[in-house]
Nanobody, 123 residues
Framework: QVELVESGGGSVQAGGSLTLSCRAA????????MAWFRQRPGEGRETVAS???????NYVYEVKGRFTLSKDNIRNILTLQMNFLRPDGTARYYC?????????????????WGQGIQVSVSS
């Protein structure tokens, strides 16, 4: 079965940086996409960045230029480098995986999820 294990996260002051990593194992699909989502208290889960099977990367507008997504295709590790963090970046971040080639989709389109990891940004 698919296992997604997240690491990184923590607390940082505004303007600081954090790196999130997600190791995926047990993937039974020939083609799959991955993404990072986040969920702020009282809100729904939103896409932060995604990578399709063809390597196409998409970001939600508010993180463009500050976050960088990359994927190690040999080890199936998805990394989100977050720079110039702002207090509105405080959320629980989730790694997700879905069968298929398209990555930039809603949370309902993803079938496999990690446990999530907390990111807190203070002003």
């Amino acid at each position: 079965q698919v296992e997604l294990v997240e690491s990184g996260g923590g607390s940082v002051q505004a303007g600081g940086s954090l790196t999130l990593s997600c190791r995926a194992a047990g993937i039974p699909y020939a083609t799959f996409s991955m993404a990072w989502f986040r969920q702020r208290p009282g809100e729904g889960r939103e896409t932060v960045a995604s990578i399709g099977y063809d390597g196409k990367i998409n970001y939600v507008y508010e993180v463009k230029g500050r976050f960088t997504l990359s994927k190690d295709n040999i080890r199936n590790i998805l990394t989100l480098q977050m720079n110039f963090l702002r207090p509105d970046g405080t959320a629980r971040y989730y790694c997700a995986l879905r069968e298929g080639t398209v990555g930039f989709l809603d949370a309902k389109d993803y079938t496999h999820w990690g446990q999530g990891i907390q990111v807190s940004v203070s002003s």
